[in-house]
């Protein structure tokens, strides 16, 4: 048996296992190891041939029909393949009516044989359609039976499951529990080490931006290093996108701002012949507010008027408002007064247009530092009060101070001594409720 035929057997042997739902302590007695039978499935070349007729004797096979069945199989899977491929080519152009319609066309057989790999479609589906309950559902049923399904190996499809699921919980800022599913996918992995692919590094990247929202910033950053080695080995284009902006981004956050706008750059020139809109907007974003910060103001401004020209191809027009605040906001920095004021008058309209209680917030508070370094003390105050009011109803006690603050400076300028002691006396509630929050949750 050379070492072709004991990988083909090898790999045969761990289906059938696997297809029973068989464990190796399962086949392992006192004439051959779960390290022997590990050995086998792995197609080791020195394992002892008696070693692996005994093992396929308990299976019940015959060393002489494998190597039709490997045959039939990988003909069989490969087509499957094709077809389970162009479904989710469907889902990722966001036509899901499609996709239903080709799942809806496999035979019986396929459906009975690759329940895994349906339900993980069926996931898909409802994770495009934003349905974040079906799409868990869909997806915790093809883990459950990804040991039965014969596809699920080839196409790692516990491990991609389990990054769908981070996805769907990410949706609910949940980042402790899109740590614990993106680990549970890495170690779900299988296949060659040197293969490098797509769904490995989403499953890394994942990782490391949970890490990130979790405040565990150092270890994000070692976490895009480990996975920058394996750089020249990414073949797509918009993940390699993705990790020049988590690493800019990072050292953003920990204020190495050179370095962060100096990968946001590299990043950026990647970007330029990428239809990846959605990406080129993040990269952006993150080297406009890296300007922003160092106070390099006029590349700040350079940037956060390329970033809005993004504006309509993007999927997410919140975080379009959000960069259009940030340009205001730069414009106020620089004293353009009359084009922050305008700036952010279009922030407050798209805000309140798509109902987003902490942007039309922070809008309205921008506008009202706007108008008090104009002068014009009373429209600044009623930008304040309808800011804090907004703030209030979304239980953002820390934008509600902030209006306080803003309120007691405009009354101290107008001299209303009245009006400040009453404004310095709620930022003192606000901050006393503040620091009762934060006691009962530590």
């Known amino acids: 048996m050379n070492i072709l035929e004991m990988s083909e057997v090898g790999k045969y042997i761990r289906k059938v296992r696997k297809e029973r739902g068989l464990r190796l302590e399962d086949l392992s007695d006192e004439h051959i190891s779960t390290a022997t039978i590990s050995n086998i499935e792995r197609g080791v070349p020195h394992v002892n041939k008696d070693k692996v007729l005994y093992l396929m004797n308990k299976l019940g096979l015959d060393l002489s029909e494998v190597p039709d069945m490997v045959e039939k199989d990988t003909g069989s899977i490969e087509s499957l393949q094709v077809k389970f491929t162009a479904i989710e080519t ?205 106070g390099q103001l006029v590349d700040a401004e350079t940037a956060f008027e390329f970033v809005l020209e993004l504006g309509d191809y993007l999927s997410n027009k919140e975080e379009w408002v959000r960069a259009i605040c940030s340009l205001g906001q730069v414009y106020l920095m620089q004293g353009k007064m009359e084009q922050a004021r305008e700036t952010l008058k279009q922030a407050l309209e798209l805000a309140e247009r798509i109902h987003h209680g902490m942007l039309t917030s922070a809008a309205l508070i921008l506008l009202g530092q706007v108008m008090k370094n104009m002068n014009h003390y009373l429209d600044a105050i009623e930008y304040f009060k309808r800011a804090g009011k907004v703030a209030d109803k979304n239980k953002c006690k820390e934008s509600v101070y902030l209006c306080y603050y803003e309120l007691a400076d405009c009354y101290e300028k107008m001299g209303d001594v009245e009006k400040f002691k009453e404004a310095t006396e709620r930022m003192y509630r606000t901050q006393k409720e503040m620091n009762k929050s934060r006691r009962i949750f530590e």
């Open 90 to 294: 469907m889902i990722q152009l966001g036509n899901t009516q499609r996709a239903l319609a080709l799942l809806s066309d496999l035979s019986d057989e396929v459906l009975s044989q690759h329940q895994a790999t349906i339900h993980y479609l069926k996931g898909r589906i409802h994770l495009a359609k934003r349905d974040w309950r079906k799409a868990e559902r869909e997806l915790s049923e093809a883990i459950r039976l990804a040991y039965q399904d014969p596809y699920s190996p080839k196409a790692n499809l516990e491990a991609a499951s389990y990054l769908c699921l981070s996805e769907c919980r990410a949706q609910h800022k949940d980042w402790e529990q899109v740590l614990k599913y993106v680990e549970r996918g890495l170690d779900a992995l299988v296949g060659e080490e040197e293969s490098f692919e797509q769904t490995p590094v989403k499953l890394s990247l994942a990782r490391i931006r949970s890490l990130h929202k979790l405040g565990r910033t150092d270890e994000a950053l070692r976490g895009i290093e480990q996975v920058w080695t394996r750089l020249p080995e990414i073949r797509s284009r918009q993940l390699v996108i993705q990790m020049y902006t988590i690493r800019a981004e990072l050292l953003r956050e920990m204020k190495l701002y050179q370095d962060a706008i100096r990968y946001a750059r590299e990043g950026s020139q990647i970007a330029v012949s990428s239809k990846e809109y959605d990406e080129m907007f993040h990269l952006w974003s993150v080297l406009a507010h890296a300007y922003k910060e160092a």
